[in-house]
């Protein structure tokens, strides 16, 4: 049950992209630009899985006993620059991916890895970073459509109202504890 509060509270209440800001701008592009290589998503998943697991893994079994815990953000970007780059090396990708997937990537994987208690802990923490980028990807492809119903280009409104409308869904979703329905705000 534990680990599904922590599922639930890395996806709505403390989501990775809207909190954290981990992704919000690969968000908003793919909300402009549709779907080309398949592949890339499914070896950016893998290596963030692997280099979580491998991050903590280090780091609990290494760092911990030495009393060198402050050193974990180091050995996390070592080990993800390195299943990065063997990832990269397998499957040949056909396009030049900028350094911002490099960062999201690396921000999940640090964000699992700091955040977590266990390796089962550190999992849930990166498919729920994942699932929050799921579920946002749909809601920027409509309001993409949206604002751009009425035939004009996408300019610098679209990323201005983009901004406020993910500013709104981050409110409603972070106000939930302070309203008047929930009856312990009043207590």
């Known amino acids: 049950m534990i680990y599904l509060d922590s599922f639930l509270y890395y996806t709505v209440f403390a989501s990775a992209v809207l909190i954290y800001g981990i992704g919000i701008n690969k968000t908003v592009d793919i909300g402009i630009t549709k779907f080309e290589d398949f592949s890339f998503y499914v070896k950016s998943v893998v290596v963030i899985a692997l280099s979580s697991i491998a ?5 609990h079994y290494i760092l911990v006993p030495v009393n060198l815990i402050e050193l974990y953000p180091i050995v996390t970007f070592i080990v993800f620059a390195c299943i990065n780059s063997l990832a990269g090396a397998i499957i040949s990708l056909k396009k030049n991916t900028s ?3 490099f960062a999201v990537s690396f921000l999940i994987t640090l964000l699992s890895v700091s955040e977590s208690t266990s390796l089962l802990d ?8 994942i699932f929050t980028l799921v579920l946002l990807i749909p809601i920027c492809i409509t309001f993409k459509k949206r604002v751009s119903s009425d035939g004009r280009s996408l300019d610098e409104n679209y990323y201005s109202f983009f901004f406020i409308f993910i500013a709104i869904i981050l409110i409603s979703m972070t106000v939930w504890d302070v309203v008047w329905f929930n009856l312990g705000a009043i207590k």
Not at 55 to 59: K, P, R
């Open 55 to 59: 991050s903590w893994l280090m780091t």
């Open 122 to 129: 550190t999992i849930v923490i990166f498919f729920s970073c």
């Open 99 to 101: 350094g911002s997937e």
